[in-house]
């Protein structure tokens, strides 16, 4: 049944891909320089 669901899954982000429409979560942003406009919350 798992391996049903992965293959779907599989199905559906390469579908998303294609459209652009995936969002890949969390990403790295890198930077040379990092500033703190107010402290943490």
């Known amino acids: 049944l798992f391996e ?3 293959s779907i899954l599989d199905i ?3 579908d998303a ?5 995936f969002d890949s979560g969390i990403v790295d942003i890198k930077g040379n320089h990092i500033e703190l ?3 943490p919350k």
């Open 17 to 21: 891909r294609k459209e652009g429409q």
């Open 37 to 39: 406009k107010e402290p």
């Open 12 to 14: 559906l982000v390469h």
């Open 4 to 6: 049903f669901f992965v």
